[in-house]
C-alpha cells in the first residue's frame, strides 16, 4: 500500500520533477571541454544543493579535474549505492540541432512527449530518475527507506580520468552492498533490462609525418612520401576480409559466449534488421560468423572515429600534406588486456611505416570490459519490480557501450554494480538532438521507488 502512495506521488509531481531536470539540462557541463570546466562545477552544487533538499548531507568532493558530488543518509537495512555522471558529450556539429542544446524543452512527437536537449539522456535525465524516486519516498514516509550513498560523476564523458584515485582513496565510505547504475537503456527501447556485461574501451590517437612541411602535390607528388596514403593503408589493414582484427594477440582472452547466455540471448529475438534500419543501414558489418547480437553485446571491436590531415576547407588544392592522423578505438570483451593490446597495435603501425614516415601515439582511456554475477537475490528482486512496471518480463542483457566504473565497483571496492536504465535506442545519445522521452523518466522514477520497496 505504501508503494502505491510513492508511485501517486510521482505521478502527481512529475511536472515539478521534469522542471528540476530542465533546470540540471540548461548547465553545459561538457566536461571534455576546458572552456566548460566552470559549468561542471555549477552542475555539481546544483546537484549537492538538490541532494541537501532531501535531507542528503551531500558535499562537492575536489578532484584533479571536475568535482565528484557524494552524498550520504543513515538507515537501516542494506546499504545501497547510486551512481549517474553529471557530465555530457560536447555539442558538435552545432548546426544538426533543432534547438540550442542548452535550452531543453518538453515537445510532443508521433510518439509521444519527449525532453530534447544534450545530457536529457545521457545522464542527467536518468541520474534524476532515482533522485526523484528518492524525493517521492521521502514526502511519503519522512525518510529513504535504508541507508543509501549517491555518487555522481563529472568525468564520465572523458574516460573518468579521476575515478580510480579518488575511489581508491575514498574505498571506506564507498563500499556499499549493492551499486546502482543508471546509465543504460532498455531493450529494444522496450523491454526493461538489467545489464550484466559491458565492453571495455581502448583510445589511441596516431600522427604520421612524412615530409617536415606541407609540399606542392604536382612539385613533388610521386616522388614524396604521401603520410595519408601510408595512414589509410594501416587503417585499411586492422581487418580482415571476415571482418576480424589483425593486431597480433588481439583476441587473446576474448571468451566463446557460454551456451546459457547464447540461448538466453537468442530468446531475446533481437530485431536487427529494425536496429540497422533505424539509421538507414540494412547490413551487419562485423565478423561474418557471428549473429548481431554478438557483434555489439560480446565480441571486440575496432573502430576509427576520425580521421583528418592535408586539405579539407572549401575547394580544392593541390597539397601534399606533411601529416595525417587518426583516432581509433577498440571495444573490449572478456579478460583482453587493454594495456598489452596498446602496445601490440602501436607495434603493429611502427612496422607498417616505410621509410622517412615518423609515427606517434597518443593514449587515450584504456579500462576492460566487465561481467556482473547475478547470483545476489537482489538482481531477482530488482527484475521482478521492474517487470511489475512495465507490465513486461525484465531481461538480462549486454551493452555494447562502456561504464568504467562497473568494473571498478568490483575491483575496488569489491561491490557489486547492478545496471538498470530507461533510454531507448533512438534517443540520440552523443548526437545531435538528443532526448530522453517522458516515458523513459516517468516510469524511470516509479521503477526506481519499485526496486526501492524490493530491496529493503
Ligand atoms: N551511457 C553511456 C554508455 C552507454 C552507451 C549505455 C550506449 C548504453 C548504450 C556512457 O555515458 C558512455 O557513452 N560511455 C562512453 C565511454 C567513455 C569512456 C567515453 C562510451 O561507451 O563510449
Ligand atoms: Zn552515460
Known sequence: MTLDAVLARIDADLPQATDRLLDLLRIPSISTDPAFEGDCDTAADW???????????????????????????????????????????????????????????????????????RGSSDDKGQLMTFVEACRAWKAEHGTLPCRITFFFEGEEESGSPSLVPFMQENAEELKSDLALICDTGLFESRVPAIVTMLRGLLGEEITVTAPDKDLHSGMYGGIAMNPIR???????????????????????????????????WQGLAFDHAKFLGDVDLSVPAG????????????RPTCEINGIWGGYTGAGFKTVLPSKAQA??????????????????????????????????????????????????????????????????????????GSIPIAGHFQDILGTTPMLVGFGKDDDQIHSPNEKYDLESFHKGIRSWARILDALT
Not at 581487418?239 to 546459457?260: A, C, K, Q, W
Request: negative net charge; aromatic residues 8%; hydrophobic residues 35%.
Open 230 to 264: 601510408v595512414l589509410s593503408r594501416v587503417l585499411a589493414s586492422l581487418h580482415d576480409d571476415t571482418g576480424r582484427i589483425t593486431v597480433p594477440g588481439f583476441y587473446d582472452g576474448v571468451p566463446e559466449l557460454p551456451d546459457n547466455i547464447r540461448q538466453q
Open 47 to 117: 546537484l549537492v544543493a538538490d541532494l541537501q533538499s532531501l535531507g542528503v548531507k551531500a558535499e562537492k568532493r575536489p578532484t584533479p579535474g571536475h568535482p565528484m558530488v557524494v552524498g550520504h543518509v543513515e538507515g537501516d537495512g542494506p546499504h545501497l549505492l547510486f551512481y549517474g555522471h553529471y557530465d555530457v558529450q560536447p555539442v558538435d556539429p552545432l548546426d544538426l540541432w533543432d534547438r540550442d542544446p542548452f535550452d531543453p524543452e518538453i515537445q510532443d512527437t508521433d510518439a509521444g512527449k519527449v525532453i530534447r536537449g
Open 327 to 400: 583516432k581509433v578505438s577498440f571495444r573490449l570483451v572478456g579478460d583482453q588486456d587493454p594495456l598489452v593490446i596498446r602496445e601490440s597495435f602501436r607495434q603493429m603501425v611502427r612496422d607498417a611505416m616505410p621509410p622517412d614516415c615518423e609515427v606517434e601515439f597518443h593514449g587515450h582511456g584504456a579500462g576492460s570490459a566487465s561481467i556482473t554475477e547475478t547470483t545476489d537475490p537482489a538482481f531477482e528482486q530488482a527484475r521482478t519490480a521492474l517487470s511489475d512496471e512495465w507490465n513486461i518480463p525484465a531481461a538480462y542483457v549486454g551493452c555494447g
Open 287 to 298: 565478423e561474418v560468423d557471428r549473429t548481431p547480437i554478438e557483434m555489439i553485446w560480446s
